[in-house]
């Protein structure tokens, strides 16, 4: 089950690397910025060196796809939660009219002293 969530999770990061890097700029654009790239690094096209580069700005791409997505699904699950939460919060907070408070003021000589005290119950 996990080697599926796994795969599953691969997916999706390809399919939304795929789709925003399509959505902006097209494969043979990606691919001539990193030729140039490449090239500025004194890679000759063809060589090892540039092959490698190739390959390294590629993965680097991918990282940074991985990333966003592990950042987008973090974000989602806090979002989530603090959903979750504000939720079981209003099914537990009480309303105003479910509460009563109760006050008192006791002076002696020149001190006074008050408190007060608010009751309230749950739904």
């Not at 999770?9 to 790239?37: G, H, Q, W, Y």
């Not at 096209?45 to 993965?59: R, T, V």
Request: charged share 20%.
């Amino acid at each position: 089950m996990k080697s599926f969530r796994c795969s599953t999770n691969t997916f999706i990061v390809l399919l939304v690397s795929a789709v925003m890097t399509s959505a902006c700029v097209s494969p043979a654009e990606i691919a001539a910025a990193d030729k140039r790239t490449c090239a500025g690094y004194g890679f000759a096209e063809g060589s090892d060196g540039f092959a490698n580069c190739m390959m390294q700005a590629d993965q680097n791409r991918q990282r940074a796809a991985a990333n966003r997505e592990r950042q987008w699904q973090a974000e989602e699950q806090q979002r989530r939660l603090a959903e979750q939460q504000r939720n079981q919060t209003e099914l537990v907070r009480p309303t105003h009219e479910q509460c009563v408070t109760a006050a008192n003021t006791n002076t002696t000589g020149n001190a006074t002293s008050s408190f007060a005290n608010t009751v309230c119950s749950g739904r």
